[in-house]
Structure formats: structure tokens, C-alpha cells
């Protein structure tokens, strides 16, 4: 059967790394035979802009109704002023809560070729492969929210007449963290068997649960081997020792933070793809950087990102495995063969821009 896509372009650079997907899925599907056809949606601001919603009805009812999706970016500056339901931002946690999008994979693998291209040093990276497992339904992102302004407020002895107050809340319960953690058991069984839980458990309740549930699951994986590290130190050894690591899980806010430091590691956060799963097998998959307003509409932005997002849709969601593989390996032999785009070119070198680097990879598969 035809495998049906939905292309959610969002904002900024969204559409354009995601029009070099579309051509990479056009000449998958004439040249290799993939069943395959894709239409478009609205979401974050484009969705706002159309329909006056980050999330219009339609685009969910479309989503509901496709095999696999895959995303670009949401947001930007012409929208941070808009009411907090409205936010771009608030339609891509939308439809990751519509869709019980609960597990983020988030790969962080070193090209070989890019090892110049990290902040840090060679020999740090060399060979780098971490998988981040980041819960994507709960925790602060998704707990109760309050803003309000409070008389006599205090703080500690300090008491002021009147402050703004605002807050949000992280909450876990123990069965939300069970599945994402059997998520990354999982994955670990079938890479190195090393599994890294990160929490802040010396200080958080919603982190004592988590740690807890870790331990318990576990005495079901005796052939994974179980570590815990508090964030703050998860931060420092990603950048000291990052190759320590093989699949580190953690909630959903210092999996968005350890990503961030972990695309950086591999040259660039335009290298980082994810893919977001539900309980039936369902994904969205996406780059894990923004819509980069700095950049965006000059046709710079680096689409390896979302090709390899889209690798993982043909592996995970198509279940076509041979195709992600030569789609990797076309990225590859791009990033072997010397094409940089600005983001992980060295200073000096030569670059291209977001359709040339598409262009490239598509010429390989
Ligand atoms: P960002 O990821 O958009 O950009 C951070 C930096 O990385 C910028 O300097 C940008 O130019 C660079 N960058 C990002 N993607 C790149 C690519 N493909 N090629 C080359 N360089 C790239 O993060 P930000 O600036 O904090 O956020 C900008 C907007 O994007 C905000 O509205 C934010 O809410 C939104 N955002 C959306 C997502 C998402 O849709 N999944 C993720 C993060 C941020
Ligand atoms: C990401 C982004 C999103 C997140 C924002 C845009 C809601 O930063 O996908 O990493 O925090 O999850
Ligand atoms: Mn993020």
C-alpha cells in the first residue's frame, strides 16, 4: 500500500530544508521504487497565519490520517508577542501531545569528516555515537501553568506588597516514565548495552520518581548496564568524555538541553535529526534545531538535519531500512567529498548553500 506522508514545513528555514526532503522522497520514489505520496500542512506560525492557530484542525485530522510526518521548524520572531495558546511553539507541543508522541530519539553521531567541525577536540570525538532518549509528553513542558500577581508576596524573610508571579510545574508519573524508559532499555539492548539515566534527583521529587521507576525497570534488563548522573554533571561530561556514553535517557526539558549541547559536538546543531514515537508506532520526525530566524529565507541552512530525519522516517515509520541506509551513506559521501554549508564549514572553506547541499545528496543516491 501506498505509504502516505505529511510534510509540516512550519517557519523560517522550515520550508526550505524541508523542500530539499520533498526532492529527495521524488527521486527515492522514481528511482528506487518507494510507494510513496506526501501532501502539505500548516502548523506554528504558518498555521497561525492561515487559520489563526498554531494547530488548525485540519492539519491534526491530517496527521491522524498519515503514515509518518515530517517536520521543519515553528516559530520566530514576527510571533513571540502572541498570546501564549497561539505561540508557534505551543502547535508543535500540540500535536506531540495530540499524537502521544512520547518517545524522542535523538542520535547524535559523529561523520567523520566533521570531526574539524566540533567544538571540541578530534581525538574527543573521534567516533562519537550517542542516542539521547528524551521524554516528549510530560514533565514542566505540559504540567499546570500560573501567572498571576500576588499581594504580599514572600520569599524567604524578603516580603514585597505586590510581585508577578509565574510558574510551571514538573510532574511525572510513575507510568509515563516506565514506557520511555523501556524505550531506552530498548534501544541500549541493541547498541553498546549501556544506559545512562539522567535526573536531578538530589534535589527534585518528580526526578526521586524517575530514578526509582529506573531501578525498577532494570531488574528486567540484567544484560544493560545502568548508570545515574545528576544534569548538572551530565552537562559537564557530554562535553569532557562525551564517548562515555551510549544511550542516555532523561524528561523532557534536559533531554531538549543535553541535545542541544550533543548536535553541537558532532559540528553542528543543522546534523542533529529526531524522530518522535506513540504507543502504535506512529512518528514525526524532525531536526532538532529551531527555524533559525537569523538565517532563515537566505538559503544557507544546512538540510542534513532533515534528510536524516527523513532516514529515520524510511527505517522506523516505512520500515525501509535499505533506503535510510543509502540515504546516509549519500550524506556521507556529500560530507567525504568536501560540501560544507556554512554552519559546519571551517573558517576559510568554501560553501554552499541549503538547494546545492540537497542537490548533492540526491545526485548519490
Ligand atoms: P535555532 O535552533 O533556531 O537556532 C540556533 C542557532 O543555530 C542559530 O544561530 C541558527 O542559525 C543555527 N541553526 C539552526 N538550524 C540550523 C541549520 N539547519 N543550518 C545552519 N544553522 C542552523 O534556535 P533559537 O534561535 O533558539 O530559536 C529560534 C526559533 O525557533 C524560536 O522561535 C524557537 O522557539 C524555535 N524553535 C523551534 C524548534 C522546533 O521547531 N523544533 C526547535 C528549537 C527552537
Ligand atoms: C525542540 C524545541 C521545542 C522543544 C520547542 C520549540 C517547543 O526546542 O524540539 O527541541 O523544546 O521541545
Ligand atoms: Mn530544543
Request: net charge negative.
Amino acid at each position: 500500500m501506498t505509504a502516505k506522508i505529511l510534510l509540516l514545513p512550519g517557519d523560517g528555514l522550515g520550508p526550505e530544508v524541508v523542500a530539499e526532503a520533498e526532492k529527495v522522497l521524488a527521486a527515492l520514489r522514481d528511482r528506487h521504487g518507494l510507494d510513496v505520496s506526501w501532501e502539505y500542512g500548516l502548523i506554528g506560525g504558518a498555521g497561525y497565519d492561515a487559520h489563526g492557530e498554531p494547530l488548525p484542525a485540519v492539519t491534526l485530522e491530517k496527521a491522524r490520517g498519515a503514515d509518518a510526518i515530517l517536520l521543519g521548524a515553528v516559530g520566530g520572531p514576527k510571533y513571540d508577542t502572541l498570546p501564549k495558546d497561539k505561540r508557534p511553539e505551543r502547535g508543535l507541543l500540540g500535536i506531540r501531545a495530540a499524537l502521544g508522541l512520547y518517545a524522542n530519539l535523538r542520535p547524535a553521531l559523529l561523520y567523520k569528516e566533521l570531526a574539524g567541525a566540533s567544538s571540541l577536540k578530534p581525538e574527543l570525538v573521534a567516533g562519537l555515537d550517542i542516542l539521547i532518549v528524551r521524554e516528549l509528553t510530560g514533565g514542566i513542558y505540559f504540567g499546570k501553568r500560573s501567572s498571576a500577581v500576588v499581594e504580599n508576596y514572600s520569599v524567604g524573610s524578603h516580603t514585597v506588597a505586590q510581585a508577578r508571579v509565574a510558574s510551571d510545574t514538573e510532574a511525572y508519573s510513575d507510568f509515563e516514565i516506565e514506557r520511555i524508559v523501556r524505550t531506552a532499555f530498548e534501544a541500549a539492548r541493541l547498541r553498546n548495552k549501556k544506559l545512562c539515566s539522567v535526573d536531578k534527583a538530589n534535589v527534585l521529587e518528580s526526578s526521586q520518581l524517575w530514578r526509582e521507576v529506573v531501578l525498577e525497570v532494570a531488574k528486567d534488563y540484567p544484560d544493560v548496564e545502568v548508570s545515574h548522573l545528576y544534569v548538572d554533571n551530565a552537562a559537564m561530561q557530554l562535553v569532557r568524555a562525551p564517548k562515555q556514553f551510549d544511550v542516555i535517557v532523561t524528561n523532557n526539558i534536559f533531554g531538549d538541553i543535553l541535545s542541544d549541547i550533543a548536535a553541537q559536538l558532532t559540528g553542528s546543531i543543522g546534523m542533529l535529526p529526531s524522530a518522535s514515537m506513540n504507543a502504535q508506532g506512529q512518528g514525526l520526525y524532525e531536526p532538532i534545531h529551531g527555524s533559525a530566524p537569523d538565517i532563515a529565507g537566505r538559503g544557507i541552512a544546512n538540510p542534513l538535519a532533515t534528510l536524516l530525519s527523513l532516514a529515520m522516517l524510511l527505517r522506523y515509520s516505512l520500515k525501509r531500512g535499505d533506503l535510510a541506509d543509502k540515504l546516509e551513506q549519500a550524506v556521507q559521501q556529500v560530507l567525504a567529498s568536501g560540501l560544507r554549508t556554512g554552519d559546519i564549514a571551517a573558517p576559510g572553506e568554501a560553501k554552499v548553500g541549503t538547494q546545492a547541499m540537497g542537490d548533492a545528496v540526491i545526485a548519490r543516491l
